[in-house]
């Protein structure tokens, strides 16, 4: 008599009645594929499926995919057969996988969960049967500063399931496993093709290895090549797989042509280049998510990420600081003046910055953000592991209110819900960032908040040509994406092409709301070359599908889902309403039940603190540093994790604290607490410091002449006031390796005030010692030179302080 299931490395362990029984995971391999051509991606899923047991089983298996992506084939092979694979209306699906299955063939049905999650099932697989699954998807790459970024997810992260969220969804969600083993190696290689020179290929999540980097050459289709892959064979499924792929003409706008028999796609890939200039007055409120599942590694990338932000804002802004967990908590009352004291004290709570606010609770502190009465326009930036069941909503709450509000989204973590962060920046007219451990936090965060700063553009057209109009073509998305400089938008035209010609150049242009600034123009060739297929086709279809998704109000919910349905359909992708199927034509004869068997998904690095070792012989696959026996959790208890709280103390090593009131504490928090206590990873996270009111000086006393270059900047930012000068301080002769006494006899020769001397100092010292971080202390000097020029510091100081670096 079977009972619940839990899962152990690549053994599942069955509850029986008189015994436990380990069964062997029927999932053996998982080899991911990819080509980038362009900023175009096709990404292959190969799944490898094996019954070693005596009656036949069920395996069903939930897996991430890019949020945006559309899933364009499904290829199922049964012992050497190829099944023929349809894509039909859910329920259609659902009754042939059924009849199937219960006749005792072999059925493959693939669903989704939700637009990043996909369910595979195989039913009825036969003892000793193999069966492998070939699924393919496409996607748009993002640009991250100067490279081409391209994330493949590899593993869900366990989601919080708020109390009121009873959907169908939720509940499937609800249903993932989670081991701290990988469910089965896995294998990655990548080939890009690029029309400018590939100049580098690299992975801040694996060790990687690129061939073909140094040839100058060019295929017969006039691109150029590499090849990468993991450094060793095999890899865990803990975290997304990220690569970036710098290129000569990454931040180049270019337009894409596919033609079909009847029509022609164009993607107009855009690179808005805006030289914006305004130093507007706004409502900046940093939302930052304080659940349990930031714990580790992700609140430091939280913590960082606001102090640079908080240095790099504006005189003029106004500014709030809102944590969030299963309630939230604002620094002030309301947004306040940015000035020395309101930083001062923003400085101070960031410090004592933990993840111990309890569960995601993201939409009652958003709904409370975007509906409250401001004098300023608004701006939130949002960072977030985003571990939530409820992104949709959230989604239409932005939506709703994004005339009078902008969303901006970090995504922090080695798997963060790229569904909710890309979702939020979408729907709310903001720009998303993804980070991790590893990666540079500051380009990000100042890329972001110098769209926020923008002002924004208005009447955004597109001239298609001349003969192209809505008689004969239909446009996706139907509005076009607010533009950001250097943030890539991507825009589809589906255009019937009997009759019509097709233009050699498209026009976009915009004017600007801010008085005096210019307006945006920019005329981008058609790639001559011409596409052939239905790639393009494909992905205007799934863009303009995501866009019916997440309409904040359906007047008519039915025909909406007619026209998903119908457009699903025609291109053959799998939606919300459709699902693919493949179903064996012979029967399996076996007089033994059939058994089912859930494929837990591996828990992700970092996730609530547990911190993984790299291995990188093993190509970046990290093995869990752990005491205890694994556990299975499922998303709701995972929630329960959140009422662990971590706060730093001097005197003694930190004690996690909890609230046990929670009716989980005893099935969830309870066993990993004693688990979190016996690891070494986590004892060593904990260390002595000093106490909370002497932290200033002991920061002070400390010598950074070992410091990193990023630290030395980072440190050198956080000495600037609220009004953009800096003052005398003993950490800038220790960051800049310089005498105090040169310094002072140049206050005492030059007459200059010393705020100006000190401010010059600084500038310059970043300008010539840290160009390479520009991107991270931009607007910091920006703001200091704005008060030189009003105090009138002259030529000849900085002259003479240039001096002193040659």
Not at 250 to 266: G, K, P, Y
Not at 400 to 423: E, M, P, Q, T, Y
Not at 547 to 561: G, N, T, W
Not at 656 to 674: K, L
Request: net charge negative.
């Amino acid at each position: 008599m079977y009972g619940e299931k839990e899962h152990c490395g690549l053994k599942s362990v069955i509850k029986g009645e008189w015994r436990n029984i380990l069964i062997p995971v029927p999932l053996k391999s998982i080899k991911i594929s990819c080509q980038l051509i362009n900023y175009v991606a096709e990404v292959t899923v190969e799944q490898e499926y094996q019954n070693v047991e005596e009656g036949p089983i069920e395996c069903e298996y939930m897996f991430p995919i890019e949020e945006e992506s559309a899933v364009i084939s499904f290829t199922a092979q049964l012992e050497g057969k190829t099944l023929e694979s349809k894509v039909k209306p859910n329920k259609e699906a659902e009754a042939d996988y059924d009849k199937a299955v219960s006749e005792g063939r072999t059925g493959f049905l693939a669903q989704s969960v939700r637009p990043d999650i996909l369910k595979i099932k195989v039913g009825h697989l036969s003892p000793g049967a193999k069966c492998s699954i070939k699924l393919t998807y496409i996607l748009e790459a993002a640009l991250d500063v100067d490279k081409i970024r391209l994330t493949i997810p590899t593993t869900i992260s366990p989601k919080y399931i708020p109390f009121h969220d009873n959907s169908e969804e939720a509940n499937k969600i609800k249903s993932i496993k989670y081991d701290f083993n990988t469910p089965a190696p896995m294998t990655f290689s990548i080939g890009a093709k690029m029309k400018s020179k590939i100049e580098s290929v690299t992975s801040p999540s694996h060790s990687i290895q690129t061939e073909g980097l140094s040839k100058d050459v060019v295929n017969e289709q006039g691109f150029f090549t590499s090849k990468t892959s993991l450094s060793a064979s095999t890899t865990d499924l803990d975290r997304d797989i990220i690569i970036l792929v710098k290129c000569e003409a990454a931040n180049a706008s270019v337009v894409l042509r596919e033609d079909d028999a009847d029509s022609t796609v164009l993607m107009v890939s855009l690179v808005p280049k805006l030289t914006l200039k305004s130093d507007p007055e706004l409502d900046i409120v940093f939302l930052i998510d304080c659940s349990g599942s930031m714990m580790g590694s992700s609140i430091k990338l939280a913590r960082d990420a606001i102090n640079i932000l908080l240095h790099s804002l504006p005189h003029t802004a106004y500014f709030n600081i809102v944590r969030f967990g299963s309630s939230y908590k604002k620094l002030f009352d309301s947004s306040v003046p940015y000035s020395d004291e309101t930083l001062a004290t923003a400085k101070k709570a960031m410090k004592k910055l933990e993840a111990d606010l309890g569960g995601t609770e993201i939409l009652s502190p958003l709904k409370m953000l975007l509906e409250e009465k401001t004098k300023l326009p608004r701006r939130v930036f949002v960072l977030t592991d985003g571990s939530v069941s409820n992104s949709m909503e959230c989604l239409k709450l932005a939506q709703k209110h994004n005339n009078n509000s902008k969303v901006f989204a970090l995504g922090i973590g080695s798997a963060a819900d790229r569904h909710l962060v890309k979702g939020l920046a979408r729907a709310g007219l903001g720009t998303s960032e993804f980070t991790t451990e590893g990666e540079m936090i500051a380009p990000k965060v100042i890329k972001q908040l110098k769209h926020c700063l923008q002002p924004n553009l208005k009447d955004v057209t597109i001239n298609w040509g001349n003969d192209v109009d809505i008689n004969n073509s239909s446009q996706a998305p139907s509005k076009i994406p607010s533009l950001y400089n250097g943030s890539r938008v991507q825009i589809f035209r589906i255009v019937n092409n009997k009759g019509t010609t097709i233009p050699a150049t498209i026009k976009i242009s915009a004017d600007v709301v801010a008085e005096g600034e210019e307006g945006f123009d920019e005329e981008v060739s058609v790639d001559e070359s011409g596409l052939q297929g239905t790639l393009l086709h494909k992905m205007f279809a799934r863009k303009l599908i995501q866009e019916l998704e997440e309409k904040e109000e359906m007047a008519d919910e039915k025909e909406v889902k007619e026209l998903i349905t119908e457009l699903a359909m025609k291109y053959q992708l799998m939606s919300k309403h459709t699902s693919i199927v493949a179903v064996d034509d012979k029967e399996n004869k076996n007089s033994q039940p059939m058994q089912s068997r859930s494929i837990a998904n591996q828990m992700p690095s970092g996730f609530h603190g547990f911190q993984q070792q790299q291995q990188h012989s093993r190509g970046g696959a990290p093995r869990m540093m752990m005491c205890a026996a694994p556990m299975a959790f499922g998303a709701a208890p995972m929630g329960a994790m959140g009422f662990f709280s971590m706060k730093s103390s001097m005197k003694k090593r930190a004690q996690p604290q909890f609230d046990n009131s929670s009716v989980e504490y005893e099935q969830c928090a309870a066993p990993m607490m004693r688990m979190r206590t016996q690891c070494d990873s986590y004892k060593q996270s904990v260390v002595d410091c000093c106490d909370d009111e002497d932290l200033e000086d002991c920061e002070s006393e400390e010598s950074m002449e070992d410091s990193s270059p990023m630290d030395t900047v980072l440190a050198l930012i956080a000495l600037q006031t609220a009004a953009g000068y800096f003052t005398k301080d003993k950490k800038i002769f220790s960051a800049l390796n310089i005498q105090e006494e040169a310094i002072e006899k140049l206050v005492e020769e030059t007459k200059a005030d010393s705020k100006i001397v000190y401010t010059v100092l600084v500038c310059v010292a970043l300008e010539k010692k840290f160009s390479d971080f520009k991107s991270c202390w931009e607007l910091v000097v920006e703001k200091a030179e704005a008060y030189l020029n009003k105090n009138s510091a002259s030529v000849e100081l900085k002259d003479k302080i240039a001096a002193l670096f040659n």
